[in-house]
């Protein structure tokens, strides 16, 4: 009795495990890369309130919230809603930069998120956060961006004051809260972002000619050729 065999079959089963083969191959000859683990530092970018970020910067969260219990007392045409939509915008940024330099992680993630604006941004919050954590931002670079956020936040503060109707206490408290809140960013930002190099003293010496040992012993030339220099001239003209 003959046995059909199921060449067929065969040649499935044997292809199929021939991918599964390359499959496995390809698999464990891929470089092992370093697991990036980003935590949760500082809690969520955005959905917990205004500003972004608020759970890192208290300051920011607190500023809004003493200008917001009173609505404009301008009339239409003022400006009112889009310095109070800046100012949010630019609590945002500090917050997030302070949650992406302090985080573990070492990557720029809460900052991407946030809107370049012409008023207060010299160069992206996001680039600006980069170049922090790989210390590759100059000193000046980063004064000028911070300068411009101190600027114009305490011109939005004021003028939100103004517009807002704040008495003088309440006004001076807006002006403390940012005031401290720009210090805390600034210092997080210059420990963060700069190199600090430990070069040892040197001790400063006057400039003196240098004159090298092997000519101190050599004499002035004084014609020994019969009156000639090496050259035939007597000094003559």
């Keep these: 009795m003959e046995v059909d065999i199921p060449y067929r079959l065969l040649a499935v089963i044997v292809l199929a495990a021939a991918l599964v083969g390359l499959v496995v191959q390809r698999v464990y000859s891929l470089p092992a890369y370093p697991r990036v683990d980003e935590g949760f530092y500082g809690g969520v970018v955005r959905g917990a309130g205004e500003p972004d970020c608020l759970r890192t ?132 930002a210059t420990s963060r972002c700069l190199v600090t190099l430990s070069v040892p003293r040197q001790e400063v010496r006057e400039a003196a000619p240098f004159e090298a040992p092997s000519l101190r012993t050599l004499g002035s030339y004084d014609y020994l050729y019969g009156g000639l220099s090496a050259s035939g001239w007597n000094g003559a003209i």
Aim: glycine fraction near 8%; charge should be negative; proline fraction near 1%.
């Design 57 to 188: 910067w208290s300051e920011g969260a607190r500023l809004l919230d003493l200008l917001d219990r009173k609505t404009s007392v301008l009339g239409a045409g003022s400006d009112e809603s889009g310095d109070r939509a800046e100012l949010g915008l630019l609590l945002s940024k500090m917050a997030c930069l302070k949650k992406d330099l302090l985080s573990p992680s070492g990557v720029v993630d809460a900052t991407r998120h946030q809107a370049f604006e012409t008023a207060h941004d010299r160069m992206a919050v996001a680039e600006l956060c980069g170049m922090c954590l790989q210390q590759t931002i100059s000193s000046r670079d980063l004064e000028i961006s911070l300068e411009l956020w101190r600027q114009r936040g305490g011109l939005l503060i004021r003028r939100l004051c103004t517009a807002r109707g704040l008495s003088e206490a309440e006004a001076t408290e807006a002006e403390a809260l940012w005031k401290a809140g720009w210090e805390d960013i600034e210092a997080v």
